[in-house]
């Protein structure tokens, strides 16, 4: 771990997941967010990443009581649903459908996994290194959903758009200017993610614009606006994803 200064902002390196167990690196950490600074995962906190071992002694079968009332409760909610995106595409990557989408496809489908697995691995470091995780390592309830290109692509959109949805109900509830700030950068990217999914749906339509389906997680196609579910919402449309109990503890205040 080290840290680097960027165009006057202080940014934080991280390649070794072991070193953000420790205080002094903890404080780091968060004085680095603190300050608007950044955060670089290096290749080597992924690979050493193990989804069947939770460092944090959490139990990988719940119930999992969610805390909504801090930023970081907000973002133990949004790790939960980063861990069904990710682990849905790595897969979808690695199942035998998978050779039933085209090149290009495929290619998208790779960076879709690649970009759900930083945003995983973001959250677990952060709140690792400020002691509040709440979610342990889950492994999503995809059986029967990796069959055919068509199944695949679905459940890719379910999961894009309930993500969206999230996301944007939550940001209300965001304290913080920087935490807020991070929300909305990972949020944007999975719209651009909904949108791939939706084109490869229905290629050369306006599909990957459309929201009138959303209308149950709050959306309006009339004014243009993209859904914003509450957290009970969410959980009750990713609950056939979820292998534990899943509860709000505490609502998110204003």
Known sequence: MQHEEQDGERTLVVGDPAALGRVATR??????LGLGGTLVLLPSVFAACDDDDDPNGLDPNGPVVLDLSTDLGIFNFAYLLEQLDSKFYEAVVGSTAFASFSTA????????????????EFYRAALSAAGALQVPDITPNVQGRLTTREVILNTA???????????NGAGRFIRAPQNLL??????????????????????????????????????NEAQGLDAAA????????????LPVPVSIGSAPTR
């Not at 509450?230 to 994803?241: D, E, G, K």
């Open 27 to 32: 404080r780091g950490f968060l004085r680095t």
């Open 105 to 120: 496809e495929r290619e998208v489908l790779n960076d879709l996994r690649g970009d759900e697995v930083t945003h995983r």
């Open 157 to 167: 959109r379910e999961l894009e758009d309930t993500g969206i949805s999230a996301y």
């Open 182 to 219: 991070v929300a909305g950068k990972i949020v944007s990217v999975e719209a651009r993610h909904a949108a791939a999914i939706r084109d490869m749906l229905q290629p050369n339509t306006d599909f990957f614009a459309n929201v009138t389906n959303l209308a149950p997680l709050g959306a």
């Open 230 to 241: 509450t957290p009970s919402q969410v959980l009750a449309a990713a609950s056939p994803y």
